[in-house]
């Protein structure tokens, strides 16, 4: 609400999975939550999980979240970071197939809202459906992908969407290449429109050298969380 009263832009929320960090397992009823005590803040998933959707419930629920909101949903989809989910809902899934999935399920999602598509891939196939409900945003909300890679920049701006970088806790260095990364992928795909970039960088105003150094603590244990739910090496 503080977000909402002093003019930001958006607030998002992620999904995750039997772990005490961004508490969603389902992002869309968090933005429905919020759109009711809130005015003008465009509402954004960052990001749900590919793998563990299916194109229709994907397209469904995040058209609906569309129209509850008004019409502020930023619809964010990533292949996911953590091991730890995978072995959890998905025993066996890698990050390579959880990217594969992704790269299949937002070009289904996108025609599921034009109408009348059926799919045969090789993660989903269904016959001829559309998207019930038809999201209020037209063509459809805006899509954003998180990437890292220079193939996902690719295939981000190749089909339309927006583009979601995270530099981690690394430096200015990372972030010069990640922008570059998109910038080449704009390049190489020039007839399309270029798409937004988003940075996701960890950030914390202080109100003291004390309570900056608070803030530096806690990310530091943040990361020892990430690096166990990245590698799933150990208990978290």
Not at 31 to 46: F, Q, W, Y
Not at 74 to 83: D, H, P, V
Not at 125 to 151: G, M, Y
Not at 169 to 190: I, M, P, R, T
């Amino acid at each position: 609400q503080i977000a909402d009263r002093g003019g930001m832009h958006a607030v998002w929320t992620g999904e995750h999975h039997g772990m005490n960090f961004t508490i969603a397992p389902n992002p869309f009823l968090n933005l429905v939550d919020l759109a009711s005590k809130t005015k003008n803040v465009r509402l954004g998933t960052g990001t749900v999980i590919a793998p563990f959707w299916h194109p229709i419930k994907l397209a469904g629920e995040a058209a609906m979240t569309d129209i509850i909101t008004n019409g502020r949903l930023e619809l964010g989809i990533a292949r996911g970071a953590y091991s730890f989910e995978y072995e959890r809902l998905m025993p066996g899934l890698d990050a390579w197939n959880a990217g594969q999935r992704m790269r299949e399920l937002i070009p289904a999602v996108k025609k599921l809202w034009e109408g009348d598509y059926a799919h045969e891939g090789e993660f989903w196939k269904f016959p001829s459906t559309t998207s019930s409900p038809l999201p209020l945003q037209e063509p459809h909300p805006p899509i954003w992908v998180a990437a890292r890679d220079p193939n996902s920049h690719e295939f981000a701006v190749s089909n339309g969407c927006n583009v979601q970088v995270t530099p981690l806790h690394f430096g200015d260095d990372e972030v010069e290449k990640l922008v570059g990364h998109f910038n080449a992928a704009c390049e190489k795909f020039s007839e399309m429109p270029r798409p937004q970039i988003m940075l996701l960088r960890h950030t914390y105003v202080a109100s003291s050298e004390d309570d900056a150094q608070v803030a530096a603590d806690e990310v530091n244990v943040f990361y020892n969380y990430f690096g166990a739910w990245f590698k799933n090496e150990r208990p978290v």
